[in-house]
């Protein structure tokens, strides 16, 4: 179920690349133009996908250490595949728009939600002994838990840049493989 | 099969978001404006996303009863299918004119058929020893089945509904947790 | 794979009904006859989900005796699948263009090539000893070949029907469930 | 993970070919000619099928000689799937404007890219011994990795020919399988 919407969502977040349409006889003149203006526009995708795809590991890695799902387990994987599904609207929207700070923002606060629903999640596990197939893994699925705060941080970061620059706050995004770096040498 | 088709079915919801095209010149002053109108689209797909997480739940729960498929069981999953893939059609179009009789009513028409598809198939499995891994199954199929009911019963409700006002009538299917909440207790 | 397709190209079907997007102020007056006007899109798009998952079934059914996969076996299941991946293409146009030769002979051919791999494909498999779990599926396998030349007849004769009326060729389907009761008998 | 985003991607390439909508009354008359046009586009639509289906059984064949993934494998699975992705998006601007270099080009490059991340992964795992399940693969996988370089030195052919003639470029996809009937008989 997750497996299938995470990929299926990682997949149409190629949709939202608008391809030009310039009438025939003036494709020749004004495509390389309206192929370049879409940089942006990948870009977001690429970020958009990387997120998506590192979530997606971290879900998979993380579902190792549990054994029974409980019914507020299976909600919180149904909010968070909501909010998985909404970014490829919300990449589309930033990557039209990535001058414009409600369309950036409207990405920004979906990535927030996808990693603070990702972040209680891991949580939750963390503090049920019923779930977890040994209670060795409690410890460290509170480190993981302290790591998946990284991506909501980064958000926020994002998300309080783009009132002062809206283009400049995709790029925060960037930093995430170094931070992720230093992130996973924490050890409470 | 049912599986994948659900996955599908549930991430395509979000193509139905339609997202604003303004003009980029303009983008700035309209966007705002455009992307708060989009709330009502971003509701209906919140619900119809959860009344389809519902129904494959309620689908995996229930293959668990069931050792062998006949012929007129597959052909129930086929329907159930073909209604469930419907669901991002009359979701788009009841989003975009949560205000229009028709548009509503064809959302609360889909939810409805899917319903009773879903009830008619449990109500043929908790009749069928010979589908049955034990007969000690049949007992809570059937209380399955009676439970199956209270997603078509309010969906009825809110297609009465619909005649009375349209965006009204979409808020009926916030009620279902609570339903759900006394449903799961009825113990025939 | 072949699975995956499948379930994909049935679900997208969907994305072949094309929403009606009046203006706002019309959509009370104008979206009740727009969405009547759907029927034809929505009963090619149930004919062509119906027809797909027949496939599927039989390729699933089939796939029981196959023990091993060779070269050849392969390709023809990759060029199924690009048959089975245009359907939703050849459906949209065949559901906008309902009365017009052209578009209704597009879907006809369609189902035509996949019935014609289809069935190529258990003749490749009816006769390749080295691919079966054991020799005495062959009889089996070659009766499910003689009953799987009965869907592209009937898109054959629906093609033929379709030069002196296009919507009513779209009608032959529908005798495919009684063609079917009759066919299942075939006992070479 | 693999196999879902290849399996949907290869589907979605169905939708870059965009179906003719002419005025109803219209459509009698200029829909002939407009299918007619669609030619092109499901002749690059059924190179890219393909081209990925060929990737797809590569990737699954020599998946069988890799014992654990590591790190650095995960993340050359990550940037392979982005550029799949991407191929829906190439395939329909190329499918679009057949005879403009940069549309052209745009598609040659993503195979090109596609093409190379594959050689690259096969080039990692034939040199990682403790990847591998066992250490006699390592002969194969590297006369795997050889043939690997014929897709993308086809895509860089096709790249330069597009200078000359876009249209015409497209066409060297056309000699893989002879080009394949060769390299597969390489033995360093």
Chains 1, 2, 3, 4 share one sequence.
Do not use: C
């Amino acid at each position: 179920m997750v497996d299938g919407i995470f990929a299926i969502a990682m997949t149409i977040l190629v949709l939202g690349i608008t391809p030009p349409k310039p009438e025939i006889s003036q494709a020749q003149a004004v495509l390389p133009g309206q192929i370049f203006h879409l940089f942006p526009e990948i870009f977001i995708f690429v970020i958009a996908f990387l997120i998506l795809a590192g979530f997606w590991l971290d879900h998979h890695r993380q579902f190792h250490f549990v054994g029974t799902i409980d019914s507020r387990l299976l909600w919180i994987n149904i909010f968070l595949l909501i909010s998985v599904v909404l970014i490829p609207f919300s990449t589309d929207v930033a990557g039209d728009y990535p001058e414009v700070l409600v369309a950036v923002l409207l990405f920004h606060i979906n990535i927030l939600i996808v990693g603070l629903i990702f972040s209680y999640h891991l949580h939750h596990i963390s503090r049920s002994e019923h779930l977890l197939e040994s209670q060795a893994d409690m410890k460290s699925l509170n480190i993981l838990f302290h790591q998946s705060l990284l991506i909501p941080g980064i958000a926020l970061l994002a998300a309080i840049l783009s009132f002062v620059n809206p283009s400049v706050s995709l790029l925060v995004y960037l930093i995430i493989p170094f931070a992720k770096y230093f992130v996973d040498r924490i050890d409470i």
